[in-house]
């Protein structure tokens, strides 16, 4: 007699683990070319798709279980299939898209891993799917990265090559996970003069801009303690923002930056891959009270270092060492930028250096959230930061969101007097903050939403870009609130802009909920889809993110999948209901759909997708 598995504390039964291969592909700069030209992009894939992919699938006896636009997730019983199967994609792309200038030639990264998985339904989940997914994303364009599971059982049976890349700390990841890149010596696949180019990425070289261009790459931590490492990435955020705010400079943004994190990257890929001309290097020692900020300026073209230099002082000298490092780097790009405007690029955010570091570690701390306890652990840093200095503007406007969001994804239920405090941190932040644009963009964004002043707040974050026309987070909020306002073009318009200056397609939250957003205004449900699955692949637990999804699907009529949905976001909050979700749109956030219609077809769809009233 057979023994019936014991159901868990929800009353299921433990679900069956299977064994399989998982491949993750994801489209290079997809939303770069849907802003070149959306038809012609979607097109083009489609036709990818007919010709190459789901034949390739097919023969390698693959099985597509999620697709959102740019990306794909296929499940492979055989590794070997697997790795055969993304080899004869990855070496068929560029033959089949030759004819296309090199700004819009399509590439796709891919990652595989092996294990067990948890079917569900045609769905599955695990880590092995979320390593094959974080694979992907250290993939040099028209790569393959494997873990080492699939190294291992193909190495001796395919003719292929690995290069390692070494045990890679992924995101959401507990343990490092050993990579390698695929190879293929020709055996595999006989177009194999092809390789050479997808590996190098000749033919994703981005377009430089019409004025100096520059990436500033993560410092090295050379303290000893990995403990300061939220520091060295502190300075390197405040020179960044030093230097967007010359807007004579084309500065790429932190989030694209910071994807060469822990890596030893060659600076003419860096360049090609970012779009810019310049790269900024260095490295940070912190003992003591004893600081040395050493930086190194390399033209990305040719590989010449133009400038290095070594800056040491006391901690109590930061903001020195860090305008010193600005105005080298600007003189070395550009010695004919005026001198009052170098100034004016130069922001001390506060003397009070505790309040500093503080706001160095809530920073650190909310940028690394997946949690409630992460977020109140930030806004106890930045009310630690305000008590130390009373007029540390951006400190409120950094609590203001940080409080907002803790709502937003309805871990909580702001009360009206909550509500009332986020919007007099933002606004106490515009008063302290006016020659701070970061202060401003963070505050705009409370003052528009949970304030109920949208006009307002589009016309401080305005204020704000035209301080800092570089910065990808200001140019994404903007677009969010332009979506709320009804006026998509827009808002696509500051979107894309924000997408140019993050070039690698690094999660940037407020850039990805804009592009669902909008497109969910403008009836675009299948665009919501695409992007929602973006968001989803990052924190497969974002409440947002689930209740686009689950009303796109249902006004779709894809109900089953719209359920699946509703499952999902009952597992990540069994809080969430309709009544829930009308409250945070017309009260927390104070009805901000200006377009007729559009908060309707949100509640209708929620509606038929069977979330509870």
Excluded at 197 to 202: E, F, G, S
Excluded at 395 to 400: F, I, K, N, Q, S
Excluded at 501 to 528: H, I, M, Q, R, W
Aim: some cysteine; glycine content about 8%.
């Amino acid at each position: 007699m057979s023994k019936t598995r014991a159901p868990d504390s929800t009353g299921r039964s433990p679900e069956r683990r299977k064994l399989i291969a998982v491949v993750h592909a994801d489209m290079v700069g997809y939303s770069r070319l849907i802003g070149l030209d959306d038809i012609g992009t979607l097109e083009r894939l489609r036709a990818l798709r007919t010709n190459l992919i789901d034949p390739a699938i097919d023969e390698h006896s693959g099985r597509i279980v999620n697709t959102g636009g740019d990306s794909v997730l296929i499940v492979f019983d055989s590794v070997d299939g697997a790795v055969r199967c993304a080899v004869k994609v990855q070496q068929g792309v560029p033959t089949l898209d030759r004819d296309q200038p090199p700004d819009r030639a399509m590439r796709f990264r891919v990652g595989i891993n092996a294990g067990d998985v948890i079917p569900d339904g045609t769905d599955v989940h695990g880590d092995v799917v979320n390593v094959a997914a974080r694979l992907q994303a250290e993939c040099p364009p028209g790569g393959i990265c494997v873990s080492r599971q699939v190294r291992d059982h193909v190495q001796d049976r395919l003719d292929l090559t690995f290069e390692v890349l070494g045990a890679l700390n992924l995101k959401n990841i507990a343990r490092p996970v050993e990579a390698f890149v695929v190879r293929p010596d020709g055996a595999v696949i006989a177009s194999s003069s092809i390789e050479p180019a997808i590996v190098q990425d000749t033919l994703e070289t981005l377009p430089l801009p019409g004025k100096p261009s520059i990436a500033v790459l993560p410092f090295q931590n050379m303290s000893g303690d990995p403990e300061q490492e939220y520091f060295a990435d502190g300075i390197v955020e405040e020179i960044i923002t030093a230097l967007s705010r010359i807007p004579s400079f084309f500065v790429i943004a932190r989030n694209s930056s910071f994807a060469y994190k822990g890596k030893s990257p060659d600076i003419r890929q860096v360049g090609q891959e970012l779009g810019v001309r310049y790269v900024l290097e260095g490295s940070v020692r912190r003992a003591g009270t004893r600081l040395r900020i050493v930086g190194q300026l390399v033209d990305a073209t040719t590989g010449v270092h133009l400038w290095a230099d070594r800056f040491e002082g006391n901690l109590t000298d930061i903001f020195q060492l860090q305008d010193q490092v600005t105005m080298s780097v600007v003189g070395a790009i550009e010695p004919k930028v005026r001198h009052a405007e170098i100034e004016r690029a130069l922001h001390k955010p506060t003397e009070n250096l505790e309040a500093y570091d503080l706001v160095l570690r809530g920073r650190w701390t909310h940028d690394a959230a997946d949690r409630k306890d992460d977020f109140e652990e930030a806004a106890r840093l930045y009310r630690r930061a305000i008590a130390r200095d009373p007029n540390y503007a951006l400190a409120y406007a950094l609590l203001a969101r940080t409080l907002w969001i803790t709502g937003a994804f309805q871990w909580k239920l702001p009360s009206e007097n909550e509500l009332l405090e986020y919007v007099d941190l933002a606004r106490t932040a515009v008063r302290l903050g006016q020659a701070d644009p970061e202060t401003l963009g963070f505050a705009a964004y409370i003052i528009a939403l949970p304030g109920g002043k949208l006009a307002e707040g589009i016309a401080i974050m305005d204020q704000a870009i035209a301080m800092n026309p570089n910065s990808t987070n200001l140019l994404a909020m903007s677009g969010t609130l332009h979506a709320f306002a009804g006026d998509t073009e827009t808002a696509l318009q500051h979107l894309q802009e924000a997408n140019r200056l993050s070039p690698l397609g690094v999660y940037v939250p407020f850039k990805t909920f804009g592009f669902y957003l909008a497109c969910f205004v403008d009836g675009n449900y299948e665009g919501v889809l695409d992007g929602t699955a973006k968001a989803l692949r990052e924190h497969p637990g974002d409440i947002t993110a689930l209740r686009y999804r689950t009303a796109a699907l249902a006004l779709l009529g894809r109900l089953d999948e719209a359920r699946r949905t509703v499952d999902q976001l009952l597992v990540a909050n069994p809080e969430v209901t309709i009544s829930r979700a009308r409250r945070h749109i017309e009260v927390e956030m104070n009805n901000p759909f200006k377009r007729a219609g559009v908060a309707e077809a949100y509640y209708e769809g929620l509606q038929r997708a069977g979330l509870p009233e």
